[in-house]
C-alpha cells in the first residue's frame, strides 16, 4: 500500500510534497524501529519490512537540493551505526563469563540459578576491588618501593629467621608471608617512592577507604536497579493470581525438577487456600505468646553464649601468643578461626529448630530466622573485633615501651660515637636490618588475624559441601542396595541446595573483606576464592543436590538482600574508619609515620595542593559549617519521607476511587434498570414473567458499556431486586451459542454479547 | 520468504535480527535445533511445517504444563494442528527470549492461558490452568471446593470490572505487578 504512493515523479517534488513525504519516511523509521516490540506474527512484519524499502528508496531523494551528500551522508553513517551496535551486542554476550555454564544450572529452575548470577556479580565486585588495590597499593610498592631485606619493616627478624620458611609456620601466615606485601607492615612510610614521586601512604589510605565506598556505591545502584517492577504492590495483594500466572518457571527442562515444581505449586496452593480461612481462627493466645517469647528468650541466650565464646577463645589465643609457638597443637592455634566457622554453621539450623515453638507464618518465619543469623553473624564479628581490640591496646602498650627503649638505644649509640670519635656528625648505625629490635605492629597482627578467618571460612564451606553433599550423595546411592529402609527417599536422601544459606554466606564474606585495609592480599584471596567457588559449587550442584521441595524464590527478596548487603558493608566499615581516625599507627611497620593515619591527608594538602585549596579545607570542616550542613541533611531526608508517604497514601486513594466508581457504575446501572422494571411490570397484566428469584451464584453478566442500549447491567442484582427474572430472556436469545443457563462454570462472555441481541424483544 | 536450504542466508539472519529479539548466535542455533528435527528429504524444501508431536521433543518444552498451548498459540497453520514453521518457531523463542518486553511476555502468556481462545480468561480456563499446573495425577489435584475457592478468590483479586472474567488489561496489570514474571516466563535453547 505504501509503495503505491510513491509513483509520483521522483524529479519535481514541490516543497510541501517533498514535507509529506519526509514525514512519511520518519513514520516508516519508526514503525520499522518499534516491529520487534508488537505481538505480531512474522509474516506480518515481514510484509511491514517493505516499508524499509521505502525508506530506502526516498531517503536519498529527500536529500535533493542543497546539502544532499551531507544528507546521503548521514544516513549511511547511522546505517552503519546500527549494524555496529547490532554487531557489537552480539560480540558482547560472547565475552560474559560462564554464561553456559549457568544455563546449564537454569535448567534447574532460575531460583538456584540466581545463586549463581549473584555469585558472578560478587566476583565481578571483587575483580574491580582487586584492581584497585593491586595497581595503586601494591604494584607500586613492589616495582618502585626498596626490596625485600633492605629495611627493617620487610626483613624476617633474626629470631625467626630459622624457622621463616616452615610450612606450618607460612600457612600460619608468619614467617617470609608476614613480611611480604600482602601484610600491612611491609609499605614504607617515605612520603614519595620512585621515579615518578608516587605518594605510596596517600594512595594506601585513599584506596583503602575508597574500596569501601565503591562497594557501597555498586550495592545502592543494583537495589536501584532491582525496585523497578512490582513495587507498588504490597505483598499480598495479588498473592493467587501471582501464583496461578507466574508460578512455573519455563526454564525448568528437567522432568524431575518439573515433578517437584508441581508438587510444591499444589501445596502452595492448598496452604494458602487454607491461610485465607484460617485468618479468622483464633487460637489460644496465650500459649502462642509465651511460646514466642520463650523462643526468643533462648534465641538470645545462644548468642549471648556465642559472644562469650568467642571472647572466652581470643583470650585464650592471646595466652598462646605468650607460651612458645611449638608447644601448641594446631586445633590451639586456630582455635578462634575454628570456633567461629564451626558457630556459622551450627547456630542456624538451632535457631530454625526453637522457631518451631513459634508458630509463625512460613514468609514471616523465614524474615525472623534471616534476621536472627544476621545477628549472629554482627554478633560474632563485633565480639571478635572487641576482643581483637584488647589485643591492640596491649600491643600499643608494649610498643611505647620498645619506641623509648630503641630510641634510647640510638641516643646512647651517637653519644658514644661522638664522644669516642669527637665528631657531631654521626653516620646511622650499621647493624644488620634483621637484628633491629621491632615493635609489634599490631596492624599486621590484625591482618593476619582476618586473612586466617576468611581461610578457615573458605576451608569449612568446601569441607561441608564435600561432606554433607557430596560424601553423603555417594553413600546414599551406594549404600542403598544393601540398607533396610530406603536411603534415597527417607533419611538421610540427597541434599538440596540451600540458597540463602549460601548467599548470606557470600554476602558476611563480602563484609570481612573490609579488614583488606590491614591485609592488602585479602582481596586478591577472595577473588581466587569466588573463582573456585563458581566451578565447585557448579559441579556440587549438578552433581550432588536434588533439586527443591519447597520453592523459594530469591527475586521477591531480592531488595531484601541487597539491603542486606548494604547493611553488612556498612557495619563492617565502622570499625576500620573508627581505627584510622583514633589509633594511632606503628612507629616502625606501615606506610603512615604520623600521629594518626589520616594526617597524610592533611599532609599532602598542605604540601602539595596550591593554598587556597588548604584554606577551602580549613573552612569545611569548620564545626559552624558542618553543623548546618547536618541539619539540612536531616531536613532534606524528613522531607522526602513525607514527599514518599504523601505518593503511597495519593495511589492507596485512586485505587480506592476506581473500585468505588466500578461499584458506583453498577449501582447507578442497576437503579436505572429497577426503575425501566417496574415500569414495564406494570404494563403486564399478568404476573406470568415474575419467576422466583432464584440464588444463582453467577448469572450471565454484562461487559458495561457494552450493551447496546448503553445499559450495563450487572444481572445479579437484578434477580434480587428486581420482579421479573430477565434471565429466561436472555437464554432465548436468538444466538449461536448452546450454553445451557445456569451454568456452574459461570458466564461465558458468548452469552453476555449475546444479551444485546436479547435485548429488543423486551421492550 | 522462507528457510533456505540448510544453510540460513545473510539478509535473512539480519532481517530475523532486526524483526526479533534474539541475537545472531541464537538464530542459528535454533535454526539448527529446527532443522534437526526435519526429517532427511524435508530438509531441502523451503517453509516446511514440523507437526505438534516432533516439536513437543525438544527437552525444554517436554517438561512444560503448556507445551500443547505453546504450540497451539504459535502456530499459523491453517488447520490449527500446532504445527510450527522456522518462522513460527522463531516467534516463540522471541516472545520467550531474556530481552522481551514485558507487554509482549504478557500478551502471549495471555494467549496461553486462554484455553478456548474466546479472549478472556474465563471459569473453565482458569480451571484448565490450575489443573495443568497441579500435575496429572489424581491425587495432586484439587478438590472441587478448594478448586471453587481458589477461582473465587483470583477472580476477587484480578478482575477489576466484576464481570467474572480477566481480560487482557485486567491480566497485564496484575503480571506488571509481579516481580517475577519476566524471570520465570523464559525458554533459553
Known amino acids: 500500500s505504501s509503495s503505491s504512493s510513491s509513483d509520483s515523479d521522483e524529479e519535481s517534488l514541490s516543497e510541501g510534497e517533498m514535507a509529506a513525504l519526509k514525514e512519511e519516511v520518519e513514520e516508516k523509521k519508526k514503525l520499522v524501529a518499534t516491529l520487534r516490540n508488537k505481538p505480531w506474527r512474522m509474516k506480518r512484519r515481514l510484509i511491514l519490512l517493505e516499508a524499509q524499502e521505502f525508506i530506502e528508496k526516498f531517503e536519498g531523494a529527500l536529500g535533493k537540493g542543497k546539502g544532499k551528500k551531507l544528507y546521503a551522508f548521514k544516513v549511511m553513517m547511522t546505517k552503519k551505526f546500527i549494524k555496529f551496535k547490532r554487531d557489537f551486542e552480539n560480540f558482547k554476550t560472547a565475552f560474559i563469563p560462564w554464561e553456559g555454564k549457568i544455563k546449564e544450572v537454569e535448567h534447574f529452575g532460575s531460583s538456584v540459578a540466581s545463586y549463581f548470577i549473584f555469585l558472578r556479580w560478587m566476583y565481578g565486585l571483587n575483580l574491580v576491588l582487586f584492581g584497585f588495590m593491586f595497581g595503586l597499593v601494591v604494584l607500586p610498592e613492589i616495582l618502585m618501593g626498596l626490596p625485600y631485606g633492605s629495611i627493617p619493616r620487610k626483613t624476617v627478624p633474626r629470631q625467626e629467621q630459622a624457622k621463616a620458611m616452615d610450612f606450618s609456620v607460612l600457612f600460619d601466615f608468619g614467617g617470609y608471608c608476614k613480611y611480604s606485601f600482602l601484610f600491612y607492615g611491609y609499605y614504607d612510610h617515605k612520603r614519595t617512592i620512585g621515579v615518578l614521586q608516587f605518594r605510596l601512604p596517600l594512595s594506601y589510605l585513599l584506596v583503602g577507604v575508597g574500596i569501601f565506598g565503591y562497594s557501597l556505591m555498586v550495592v545502592i545502584r543494583m537495589a536501584r536497579n532491582s525496585n523497578e517492577g512490582g513495587d507498588g504492590a504490597d505483598e499480598g495483594e495479588f498473592t493467587f493470581s501471582w501464583k496461578m500466572f507466574t508460578s512455573w518457571d519455563y526454564l525448568i527442562g528437567n522432568p524431575e525438577t518439573a515433578d517437584n515444581k508441581y508438587a510444591s505449586i499444589t501445596t502452595s496452593f492448598k496452604e494458602s487456600i487454607v491461610d485465607e480461612q484460617e485468618n479468622q481462627k483464633d487460637e489460644n493466645i496465650h500459649l502462642r505468646r509465651f511460646l514466642r517469647v520463650l523462643a526468643n528468650v533462648l534465641i538470645l541466650c545462644s548468642l549471648g553464649g556465642s559472644g562469650y565464646l568467642i571472647y572466652f577463645v581470643v583470650k585464650r589465643s592471646q595466652e598462646f601468643a605468650d607460651m612458645d609457638n611449638d608447644e601448641l597443637s594446631w586445633f590451639e592455634k586456630n582455635e578462634v578461626e575454628f570456633v567461629m566457622s564451626l558457630l556459622g554453621l551450627v547456630c542456624p539450623p538451632l535457631f530454625e529448630t526453637i522457631a518451631e515453638l513459634e508458630d509463625y507464618h512460613p514468609r514471616i518465619a523465614l524474615k525472623w530466622q534471616l534476621g536472627r543469623i544476621f545477628a549472629l553473624f554482627l554478633g560474632n564479628l563485633y565480639t571478635f573485633l572487641f576482643a581483637l581490640f584488647d589485643e591492640v591496646n596491649a600491643k600499643l602498650e608494649s610498643e611505647k615501651t620498645i619506641k623509648n627503649a630503641t630510641e634510647w638505644a640510638l641516643k646512647e649509640y651517637r653519644s658514644n660515637y661522638s664522644s669516642y670519635f669527637n665528631t657531631t656528625d654521626v653516620p646511622p648505625p650499621d647493624v644488620h636490618p634483621a637484628d633491629v629490635i621491632r615493635g609489634p605492629c599490631w596492624e599486621t597482627a590484625v591482618g593476619i588475624e582476618f586473612v586466617k578467618l576468611i581461610v578457615s571460612d573458605i576451608q569449612v564451606n568446601y569441607l561441608t559441601i564435600l561432606i554433607g553433599d557430596f560424601l553423603r550423595a555417594v553413600i546414599v546411592r551406594f549404600l542403598n542396595y544393601c540398607w533396610c529402609w530406603d536411603l534415597e527417599a527417607g533419611f538421610p536422601s540427597y541434599g538440596e541446595f540451600d540458597i540463602s544459606g549460601n548467599v548470606l554466606g557470600l554476602i558476611f564474606n563480602q563484609g570481612m573483606i573490609m579488614g583488606a585495609f590491614y591485609a592488602p592480599g585479602l582481596v586478591g584471596l577472595n577473588v581466587l576464592r569466588l573463582l573456585c567457588s563458581m566451578y565447585y559449587q557448579c559441579w556440587a550442584v549438578m552433581a550432588c543436590n536434588v533439586p527443591h521441595e519447597r520453592v523459594f524464590k530469591a527475586s521477591r527478596s531480592n531488595n531484601f538482600y541487597m539491603g542486606l548487603l548494604l547493611l553488612v558493608l556498612f557495619l563492617s566499615l565502622l570499625p576500620v574508619v573508627y581505627t584510622i581516625m583514633t589509633l594511632s599507627p606503628s612507629f616502625d611497620c606501615g606506610p603512615f609515620g604520623q600521629e594518626k593515619m589520616y594526617d597524610v591527608v592533611m599532609e599532602t594538602i598542605e604540601q602539595d595542593l596550591p593554598s587556597f585549596i588548604g584554606d577551602i579545607f580549613g573552612y569545611a570542616t569548620n564545626p559552624g559549617l558542618i553543623m548546618p550542613a547536618v541539619l539540612l541533611m536531616r531536613l532534606a531526608i524528613y522531607y522526602l519521607n513525607a514527599v514518599s508517604k504523601g505518593y503511597q497514601q495519593a495511589n492507596i486513594d485512586l485505587k480506592k476511587k476506581m473500585q468505588t466508581d466500578e461499584e458506583k457504575n453498577r449501582r447507578n446501572n442497576t437503579d436505572s434498570t429497577n426503575q425501566v422494571m417496574k415500569d414495564l411490570e406494570d404494563l403486564l397484566p399478568d404476573k406470568s414473567l415474575i419467576l422466583p428469584p432464584t440464588a444463582e451464584t453467577k448469572s450471565p453478566k454484562m461487559k458495561p458499556g457494552a450493551a447496546a442500549n448503553g445499559k450495563g447491567v450487572n444481572l445479579q442484582k437484578d434477580v434480587s431486586l428486581a420482579a421479573s427474572n430477565p434471565r429466561g430472556v436472555v437464554t432465548r436469545a436468538p444466538g449461536p451459542r448452546s450454553q445451557p443457563p445456569g451454568n456452574a462454570r459461570g458466564p461465558k462472555p458468548g452469552q453476555g454479547r449475546g444479551r444485546g441481541g436479547g435485548r429488543p424483544p423486551r421492550q | ?189
Open chain 2, 1 to 189: 520468504m522462507g528457510t533456505t536450504a540448510s544453510q540460513l542466508g545473510k539478509d535473512l539472519l539480519s532481517e530475523y535480527q532486526e524483526l526479533t529479539f534474539l541475537t545472531k548466535q541464537e538464530i542459528l542455533l535454533a535454526h539448527k535445533r529446527f532443522t534437526e528435527l526435519l526429517t532427511k528429504d524435508e530438509k531441502d524444501l523451503p517453509n516446511v511445517r514440523v507437526p505438534m508431536e516432533k516439536i513437543l521433543t525438544l527437552p525444554e518444552l517436554k517438561s512444560n504444563p503448556f507445551r500443547t498451548r505453546i504450540c497451539q498459540v504459535f502456530s499459523t497453520s491453517i488447520v490449527k494442528d500446532g504445527s510450527l514453521t522456522f518462522e513460527d518457531f522463531l516467534d516463540l523463542l522471541s516472545a520467550f527470549s531474556d530481552s522481551a518486553t514485558l507487554e509482549i511476555k504478557s500478551h502471549y502468556a495471555f494467549r496461553i492461558f486462554d484455553f478456548d481462545d474466546d479472549g478472556t480468561l474465563d471459569c473453565g480456563d482458569l480451571e484448565k490452568l490450575v489443573n495443568c499446573l497441579t500435575g496429572e495425577t489424581e491425587d495432586t489435584r484439587l478438590t472441587p471446593e478448594e478448586m471453587r475457592q481458589l477461582i473465587h478468590n483470583i477472580l476477587d483479586e484480578s478482575d477489576i470490572d466484576k464481570d467474572g472474567t480477566v481480560n487482557l488489561s485486567e491480566f497485564q496489570h496484575v503480571i506488571s505487578r509481579s516481580p517475577d514474571f519476566v524471570s520465570s516466563f523464559k525458554i533459553v535453547l
